[in-house]
């Protein structure tokens, strides 16, 4: 399974009603509220998701079974 993070998406973009703060908050995160942010410091581009997918699709990954894959860039730790 590939658990994707903040991507940039036309769905996630159509939400920003200030893309340059709403992007800087996301990788800010917000302390007060325990989000640590994007310690990678860039938002995952929708092929950096569909590049690991295809990773995982691959021979190099013929041997992966049962396992959830994060790709958030760090914002998970």
Same mark, same amino acid.
């Given at each position: 399974m590939v658990a994707? $993070?903040?991507t940039a998406t036309p769905m996630l973009q159509a939400l920003w009603t200030d893309?340059?703060?709403a992007r800087a908050q996301a990788l800010a995160g917000e302390p007060e509220k325990h989000r640590l942010g994007i310690p990678? $410091?860039?938002i995952a581009d929708p092929e950096d998701i569909a590049d690991t997918v295809?990773?995982?699709l691959s021979q190099q990954a013929r041997h992966i079974t049962?396992?959830?894959l994060v790709v958030?860039?760090?914002a998970s730790l």
């Open positions: 994707p $993070g903040t893309p340059d703060a990678l $410091g860039r295809l990773y995982l049962m396992q959830q958030d860039g760090g």
